[in-house]
């Protein structure tokens, strides 16, 4: 009973130590002891050996008089740990899975690689009418769902770089039209843009450095798609490219207030 008891307590010291290390945010980065007992309701001795713990082990250091107290390198390097060990393509897939499960079409992952967009998973429509698009298919960025949806919300100049490099029969108007209601709707819709006769749905994913990383995307044949599947696949296509993004890192605006 002891040894159990002795158990239950780490566990009870290690849950305690995660709460303080998970009360310091991006607008409150150095707080005083006060301040961090207001958010861990703990015994003022308690949280002070706590955090000498925590600066022993390079997690929190300690600052001025009276101390103020902020998260220390040791945070940082388990972050660049766990950015190392991100796979997109493993990540993706069991969303994919349920993507596809959803909609009953061919679901995929695009990433972008410089001006193009590549696609880097997919899974097939179980249907015999399908559309596929193929794993290591590149095209560029400013033709069809997938690639619009990546561009619209690069960094500016960028935007700019691609739309210059616009061939000749592009029509540069409606390529900008498009970037914009891509931006204001977090999504985009294509028709017959790049297959005749295919319909495809894209949202953008993000990383832990709020850059788009890629886009999520459904397609699949417009004479078997009614509008009420549009409205309802877009749905699951945002909320899908908003999983991969918390999962790859990427902390939404709303997480962040």
């Given at each position: ?17 995660i ?13 005083s ?30 600052q ?92 500016d ?31 985009f ?18 990383d ?50």
């Amino acid at each position: 009973m002891a040894g159990d008891s002795q158990g239950s307590k780490t566990v009870r010291a290690v849950d305690r130590a995660i709460d303080i290390l998970q009360c310091f945010l991006p607008d409150k980065p150095w707080m005083s002891v006060l301040e961090i007992q207001q958010r861990v309701p703990l015994s003022r001795p308690t949280l002070y050996r706590l955090l000498q713990t925590l600066v022993a082990k390079g997690l929190v250091r300690a600052q001025g008089e009276p101390q103020r107290f902020a998260l220390d390198f040791g945070v940082g390097r388990l972050a660049h740990s766990w950015i190392a060990g991100i796979d997109a393509i493993a990540l993706a897939r069991p969303i994919l899975e349920r993507l596809r499960s959803a909609t009953g079409e061919t679901t995929a992952l695009f990433v972008r690689r410089g001006d193009l967009r590549q696609c880097v998973a997919e899974l097939a429509s179980p249907h015999v009418l399908a559309i596929s698009r193929g794993i290591g298919e590149t095209d560029h960025l400013w033709r069809g769902a997938s690639g619009k949806a990546i561009l619209a919300f690069m960094d500016d100049n960028e935007v700019a770089a691609v739309v210059r490099t616009l061939p000749k029969r592009a029509d540069k108007a409606a390529v900008l039209a498009d970037l914009s209601r891509a931006r204001k709707d977090g999504f985009f819709i294509s028709r017959g843009e790049v297959f005749l006769g295919a319909i495809a749905i894209a949202a953008p994913y993000f990383d832990h450095t709020d850059r788009v990383a890629g886009s999520v995307g459904v397609f699949g044949p417009q004479a078997r798609l009614d509008e009420h599947w549009v409205v309802k696949t877009t749905a699951f296509v945002v909320k899908s490219a908003a999983e991969l993004s918390a999962a790859s890192g990427h902390v939404s605006l709303a997480g962040k207030k």
